[in-house]
């Protein structure tokens, strides 16, 4: 346990070949660009443009910038490593990457959940979504998810590290992730493992049960409409936000949710890409490709960059 303290962890990383080691660096660079420049200008649109100033595009903006910060705690470190020897991590620095990554990936989820209820609303009940949707309430659900977020997250990274580890301080894994890291512990971890099993349903399974909620009344209510162009605009509307769920509650639910007799670190980690590399880089993709409104903003700023740029070069000839 001293030992581990003092020396930390070493991180084994996605795939033991030299050989491969820059080309993964290489492409998971151009991902994390990506998902830097993607989900960034996702959050100056909805900032900038006055027609994405409404609640389903705030809750865009609050999803953009936590999948900004959760790709963050991860990728820049497995980067590094892809081009070092040395790929250890402090025992600190451990406990600080899994709190922040739970912290954020467990705010994403109730995160979601909100946008389906947002959804609801703006569907089901159009001429009072902005007084139900209102600024405040907005704001007191991402403030919620957030506080929800953190609270998981304190919890369990609390309890991991107060487990004794010995011998090996290898982790088969990009980063410090809890199930790993059960593995390292000389003690019975059965009680630990019931315990993240129960966390993961009231982080999961319960906003994931809330959007299942969500699109049954929205279903329903667009079956109902007697116009198809109300029908298709509602489901395109909504089409978006399926996707990212599907994308990130199933990886999810694969490494937490899975009978432990299934699991495997070398899976596990590689589902693990999946929410903290490729979802936030299919994100902005998602909702930029299938969305008018934002296609809409972001030609309207391009138009606006190239006039500004136009009339630079007018006033400096001039002079």
Same mark, same amino acid.
């Given at each position: ?18 050989v ?26 909805v ?35 892809f /081009? ?19 912290? /954020?990936a ?9 946008m ?67 593995k ?42 007697t116009?198809?162009?109300g ?18 509650y199933g ?56 006039? /500004? ?11």
């Amino acid at each position: 346990m001293n030992a581990t303290r003092e020396n930390g962890f070493v991180l084994l990383g996605l795939m033991n070949h030299p050989v491969l080691q820059v080309f993964l660096f290489i492409f998971f660079l151009l991902i994390y660009i990506i998902i830097v420049l993607g989900n960034m200008l996702i959050f100056i649109m909805v900032i900038a443009d006055p027609s994405l100033h409404t609640p389903m595009y705030f809750f865009l903006k609050v999803l953009s910038f936590l999948d900004i910060c959760c790709s963050s705690v991860t990728l820049p470190l497995m980067l590094v490593n892809f /081009l070092t020897e040395n790929k250890r991590i402090s025992y600190t620095g451990c406990a600080t990457q899994m709190f922040f990554l739970l912290f /954020l990936a467990s705010s994403e989820c109730f995160l979601l959940a909100v946008m389906a209820y947002d959804r609801y609303v703006a569907i089901c009940k159009p001429l009072r979504y902005m007084i139900i949707m209102n600024q405040k309430v907005c704001l007191s659900l991402t403030v919620l998810s957030w506080f929800m977020g953190n609270l998981v997250s304190l919890l369990q990274t609390a309890w991991v590290f107060t487990l004794p580890f010995c011998g090996s301080n290898k982790i088969n894994y990009f980063f410090c992730d809890i199930p790993p890291l059960l593995k390292l512990s000389c003690i019975d971890t059965s009680l630990y493992e019931m315990q993240l099993f129960t966390a993961a349903i009231l982080v999961i399974f319960t906003p994931f049960s809330l959007i299942i909620v969500s699109y049954s009344l929205i279903i329903s209510n667009v079956l109902k409409m007697t116009s198809s162009e109300g029908r298709q605009k509602a489901f395109s509307t909504c089409s978006s936000h399926v996707l990212v769920v599907t994308l990130y509650y199933g990886s999810g639910s694969l490494i937490y949710l899975r009978p432990k007799s299934l699991n495997t670190q070398d899976s596990d980690k590689y589902l693990a890409l999946v929410y903290t590399a490729i979802t936030p880089m299919l994100n902005p993709v998602i909702y930029a490709l299938r969305n008018k409104e934002v296609n809409g903003a972001i030609k309207r700023t391009f138009i606006k960059v190239i006039a /500004l740029h136009s009339s630079l070069n007018y006033l400096s000839i001039d002079i």
